[in-house]
Nanobody
Framework: QVQLVESGGGLVQAGGSLRLSCQAS????????MGWYRQNPGQQRELVAT???????NYAGSVKGRFTISRDTAKNMVYLQMNSLKPEDTAVYYC?????????WGKGTLVTVSS
């Protein structure tokens, strides 16, 4: 079992920045990919960014160049630096970890970007 706890969400004006953090605990040895997804009510959860154990990254086209995902393996943390935020970035952001092909999710943190 993997437990994931997100932090760092909040209210920010358009053009501002936020940094999300996710702490992993439990059975963490063997976690391959970690990432961030987001979801709004009535919509599907969508990929924001992922990072592999080797440091390879993948971003949604809508956030490329504005968001940066990073990972501190020693601390079992993954981060999402979000710059130049837009109102359409408003969502609940969820941390994800893949362990032996099984997905684990945090409870999410709300990011609200005002115009």
């Amino acid at each position: 079992q993997v437990q994931l706890v997100e932090s760092g969400g909040g209210l920010v004006q358009a053009g501002g920045s936020l940094r999300l953090s996710c702490q992993a605990s439990g059975t963490i040895f063997g976690i391959s990919t970690m990432g961030w997804y987001r979801q709004n009510p009535g919509q599907q959860r969508e990929l924001v960014a992922t990072i592999t154990s080797g440091g390879g990254t993948n971003y949604a086209g809508s956030v490329k160049g504005r968001f940066t995902i990073s990972r501190d393996t020693a601390k079992n943390m993954v981060y999402l630096q979000m710059n130049s935020l837009k109102p359409e970035d408003t969502a609940v952001y969820y941390c994800n970890a893949v362990l032996f092909r099984r997905d684990y999710w945090g409870k999410g943190t709300l990011v609200t970007v005002s115009s």
